[in-house]
Nanobody
């Protein structure tokens, strides 16, 4: 299983970015997909998760109302739409997959597969 994250970049505060995570090696119809981020000197932080079957989502309070997670079964891709970005959103963003068909875990230990990370920098 491989996950390829893309879409990061430099954006001004208040702007938007859409991250993509393309999966290969298996279908994710019985998986939960998650997005995490890690800023320098900080622990990895859960952002959002989506249960592939049914589309049930879960968000961290820090991004609720600003970020939206979605998936495209045709492309085996999960997205993270990020709006109203703030300088404190600056981090490396990771997508991850948990091969399970239940729940929307926040704990990174629940995820078995990880993408390589994509840098998001928000300038003030």
């Amino acid at each position: 299983v491989q996950l390829q994250a893309s879409g990061g970049g430099l954006v001004q505060a208040g702007g938007s970015l859409r991250l993509s995570c393309a999966g290969s090696g298996r279908t994710f119809s019985s998986s939960v997909m998650g997005w995490f981020r890690q800023a320098p000197g900080k622990e990895r932080e859960f952002l959002a998760a989506i249960r592939w079957s049914g589309g049930i989502t879960r968000y961290a309070d820090s991004v609720k109302g600003r970020f939206t997670i979605s998936r495209d079964s045709a492309d085996n891709t999960v997205y993270l739409q990020m709006n109203s970005l703030k300088p404190e959103d600056t981090a490396v963003y990771y997508c991850a997959a948990a091969p399970r068909g239940w729940g929307t875990p926040r704990d990174s230990e629940e995820y078995d597969y990880w993408g390589q990370g994509t840098q998001v920098t928000v300038s003030s």
